[in-house]
């Protein structure tokens, strides 16, 4: 059949457009518009179970739905057809239409004006003449999923006479009705009057998930490697006919689509080092899966195998069919990339086709080479008369960021920040829901989220059941408000729900809750008696007899660790031992390094206290870590010190000591029956001097930077009660300890009181605000009262103070060049918003042309970081300067500050200039 340009007038609108050059100069936007129909079509046919899923909601056949969401798919750049949007390039109104217009006001982007005149030419019959009859109102749920592809939902209410000629509008009808004509089935238009009333209840869910589809399939569709400009007129049943095959293409050049799980694999398959299992993880690799949703709390002492627990349970769920992938979500950057080092050795067994393993965070080679793979971007438009974003353009920006794509491998680790974004008010978050979609979630570490993070993850729990996912939840300890929450949240989401019953007192234990269980399974579990174990506690007060008390450990061969609670503090620390012990010695981990530099500071540390460290590296060396050390990162010292923290974090840090069976000497022993021969496990806790009747300041006088960072300092000193015992047993009072902190059961000081009123004001107002900030699963993909939705790097996945990415330079005989010259991200800093404003270029106008021809090169080009120039000093650290970030514009205190760096001390401020600053 041969299409008659004369009569279908939507033939002479563009889609896409470049500046002429050798080629066509456009593609037609009916020819981009199936472009985008088929690669939607090909993604749901080599995705069953996502496929499936929709069928089963809407109870139709996969040939009637893959027919009405390639109608809804080509519909999704209606906006193109506006006169304003065809403006942007009069030369091509010209040519397609030949007529002269002067440019309007091109002041609403096209997604929304796609919406806009949907509802104007639906109003006007076009549902009837198409035969899509007893739809209802539940159409729009998709229109707004299909036109809301530039990574947020459309507007709902507007004008489009100013944007659209009647001439327009006609076209947008023929189109419709064009569409209808080659991809909507006799049987796909029924579907929504089989589904009945259903159809109305389910649509709203469901556009979540197919707003994702649309994303990438327009990117895909949009990708000129393999949909290569059309300017001609032609057929276009011959032109779907090609557009299919292309999709296909694409999506095998991609790494978003299902693997095959391998079969009849076990723990000694993926773990051969494992001689004997765990009880966890025996449990894991022996209860019996019901094939329905399920979500698993998994609550173990440190070194008890859960990270190997949570990997038996993930392969048994995908080698039934339950689920397709894994994403697993860790706390901080340091925990995601030392998990990656632990996974990457498994997940190549956990597939039988060629699957990659994605890193949010740790962008080493193998991350690199895989992110060149997975939705590769196409050649840019380079068109600068389009005020748009391209596809082309949206898909490399948000590419460029590594750590996006991970949602969208069949396997990825990173921290938990990616999957909570999903839920958010974050541009592009159904592409982060249509990567998590069949995967088994699994949270490390789940205790360390605040009641902010905590209120999000539920709600990512929520719509995580609602589609049929799994999730799995680690904790070394777990307070039971915070689990049964994390349950009810999850059973929300499923078609059935959950009278929770009382929680289990128990510990180490097992929890699973599978969707149409009326009880929760709670399995007390058995510890290996080389993770059981009593540690002596130390309470110190005196810092400068600690300082001693270390240097005597060091010079008696043991190995020392310190976690400290602030930057700051470690900083202090190492600046003070560095002066008795040699400098090779000695190691500062935090994170104020450049990317790159922390990577070898991690690689480091693990070499020299790791699982295969020698007594030889280990003697009489250590390290000052913050936070970064405390969680996912398999290292073991002789002596553990840590500052006063909260009781879950002291545990975990405690974990830290002994992890590993060694002799004497530190000697690795690895038969299954030997116990630890370093004598007794111990902590020392640097804390404020103890009383029973403490000043509201207790905390806050002896830690000025770190009572900011733990501010329940009634909880801090519940914490330092509990120390007063002088020791704890693990795993026996790892609940007691917990709930006699977190309960709220326990009497805490008058004088403490106000403190705590005003903190736990603060967490509550957080976990509204986590409410506010949530997408509101049963409303489906809307705007809501949010206007714009947030760039990923604005969208508060965790509250507290902003943060901001600094990219680190440094000048070089004349050129500016990335710190580490790899991929943008290992020169990367990340620091408190208010440190750091504009930088001050003090150089020629040359050097200010390199610095800006520098910036392009940034993801979103430096919109969201900031770019610090660094001149080498004689003393062979780096210097750069900026001012200090204005508060609004008329804040005068703004200030100069000369920033300083190396690979010893990480980023800092220039001591001379830190005397009034803001401390870490």
């Known amino acids: 059949m041969t299409d008659n340009a004369a009569i279908n007038q939507f033939w002479n609108y563009w889609g896409k457009a470049k500046p002429a050059d050798s080629g066509p100069k456009f593609h037609r936007l009916v020819y981009h518009s199936l472009d985008v129909a088929a690669v939607g079509e090909a993604f749901l046919e080599q995705s069953p179970a996502l496929l499936d899923l929709f069928c089963h909601r809407l109870q139709c056949s996969r040939a009637a739905f893959l027919s009405l969401a390639s109608f809804f798919l080509a519909l999704h750049d209606l906006g193109k057809f506006s006169n304003t949007f065809q403006l942007q390039r009069a030369d091509l109104v010209m040519d397609l239409q030949g007529r002269e217009a002067s440019a309007r006001n091109y002041s609403e982007r096209h997604d929304t004006l796609g919406f806009w005149i949907w509802k104007e030419v639906a109003r006007d019959g076009i549902l009837d003449d198409i035969g899509l009859t007893g739809i209802g109102p539940a159409i729009n749920d998709w229109m707004r999923a299909v036109c809301g592809h530039h990574g947020m939902p459309p507007k709902d209410r507007g004008e489009t006479d100013y944007h659209f000629r009647r001439e327009d509008e006609r076209a947008v009808a023929e189109f419709i009705k064009a569409m209808a004509a080659r991809l909507l089935s006799d049987e796909a238009k029924r579907v929504p009057e089989l589904t009945g009333d259903g159809f109305e209840d389910i649509s709203p869910s469901l556009s979540w998930w197919f707003a994702g589809l649309t994303v990438l399939a327009d990117w895909l569709g949009s990708n000129t490697v393999f949909f290569a400009y059309h300017d001609e007129s032609g057929c276009l049943d011959a032109y779907w006919d090609e557009a299919r095959v292309k999709a296909r293409e694409a999506l095998a050049a991609t790494g978003v689509l299902p693997v095959p799980v391998a079969q009849d694999k076990t723990l000694r398959d993926f773990f051969p080092y494992i001689e004997n299992a765990s009880p966890l993880q025996a449990w894991a690799q022996s209860v019996e899966l019901p094939n329905t949703p399920q979500i698993y709390l ?132 159904s592409l982060r829901l249509l990567g998590l979609f069949n995967k088994v979630l699994i949270i490390d570490e789940v205790h360390a989220c605040d009641l902010y993070m905590e209120g999000v993850l539920k709600v990512l729990l929520r719509f995580h059941a609602s589609m049929g996912g799994s999730a799995i939840l680690l904790s070394a300890t777990l307070p039971n408000r915070m689990k049964s929450g994390l349950l009810r949240a999850y059973a929300g989401g499923s078609t059935s729900g959950l009278a929770l019953p009382p929680l289990e007192e128990t510990y180490p234990l097992a929890t699973r809750w599978c969707q149409g269980d009326a009880e929760l399974l709670q399995e007390k579990l058995a510890s290996r008696p080389n993770v059981s174990r009593t540690v002596k506690v130390r309470y110190l007060c005196d810092k400068e007899q600690l300082y001693a008390d270390v240097l005597a450990a060091l010079a008696d061969g043991k190995c020392v660790g310190w976690i400290r609670n602030t930057v700051g503090d470690a900083v202090d620390a190492y600046a003070h031992l560095v002066r008795h012990i040699a400098p090779e010695k000695i190691t500062l981990f935090h994170a104020r390094f450049a990317l790159g530099d922390r990577l070898k500071t991690e690689e480091k540390v693990l070499a020299l206290f790791g699982d295969k460290s020698s007594p030889a590296q280990r003697q009489g060396r250590l390290m000052i870590a913050t936070q970064v050390a405390e969680q996912s990162l398999d290292v073991d010292f002789d002596v553990l010190i840590s500052d006063l923290a909260p009781i879950d974090r002291l545990l975990q840090r405690a974990g830290r000591a002994h992890r590993h069976i060694r002799d004497t000497v530190g000697e690795r022993l690895r038969q299954s029956d030997v116990v630890d021969q370093r004598g007794g496990s111990s902590l020392w806790v640097l804390a404020p001097p103890w009383t029973e009747a403490p000043a509201g300041d207790w905390y806050g006088a002896s830690f000025k930077a770190a009572q900011y960072v733990y501010d329940r300092h009634d909880q801090m000193w519940l914490t330092a009660k509990a120390l007063q015992e002088g020791q704890f047993s693990m795993p026996g009072d790892a609940r007691r300890l917990i709930e006699m902190v977190y309960s709220g059961e326990e009497e805490v000081p008058a004088t403490l009181h106000e403190g705590a009123i005003k903190a736990e004001g603060k967490g509550w107002a957080h976990a509204s605000q986590a409410q506010m900030n949530s997408l509101p699963f049963d409303k489906g993909y809307t705007r809501g009262e949010v206007g714009d939705w947030w760039a990923d790097t604005k969208t508060p996945s965790r509250l507290g103070e902003e943060t901001r990415e600094v990219m680190l330079a440094k000048w070089v005989d004349g050129h500016l060049l990335r710190w580490d010259e790899r991929v943008w991200p290992y020169s990367m800093v990340k620091l408190a918003a208010r440190k750091m404003g504009n930088i001050e270029l003090t150089g020629s106008d040359e050097e200010r042309e390199v610095y800006d021809a520098l910036l392009k090169t940034l993801p979103s080009e430096g919109k969201y970081c900031t770019l610090l120039p660094l001149t080498l000093r004689p003393d062979g650290s780096w210097q750069g300067q900026a001012w200090s970030a204005a508060k609004d514009e008329r804040d005068k205190s703004v200030r100069l500050l000369t920033w300083l760096y190396d690979d010893e001390l990480g980023l800092r401020i220039r001591e001379s200039d830190a005397t009034d600053a803001a401390s870490d």
């Not at 600068?384 to 391209?390: E, F, I, S, V």
């Not at 996006?404 to 592009?428: E, F, I, M, N, Y």
């Open 298 to 429: 998994l609550e173990d002492v440190t070194g008890a195998g859960k990270t190997e627990a949570a990997m038996i349970l993930a392969y048994r769920l995908m080698a039934q069919g339950a689920a397709q992938g894994f994403f697993v979500g860790l706390p901080t950057m340091a925990t995601a990339n030392a998990m990656y080092g632990r996974v990457y050795e498994v997940y190549q067994k956990l597939f039988d086709g060629d699957a990659s393993l994605a890193l949010g965070h740790g962008f080493r080679d193998l991350v690199e080479r895989f992110a060149e793979s997975v939705l590769p971007p196409g050649p840019s438009e380079r068109d600068a008369a389009q005020r748009d974003d391209t596809a082309s353009a949206r898909c490399t920006a948000w590419l460029a960021d590594h750590n996006k794509r991970v949602l969208l491998a069949p396997a990825g680790v990173g921290t938990v920040d990616q999957a909570l974004l999903a839920v958010l008010h974050s541009k592009h978050q």
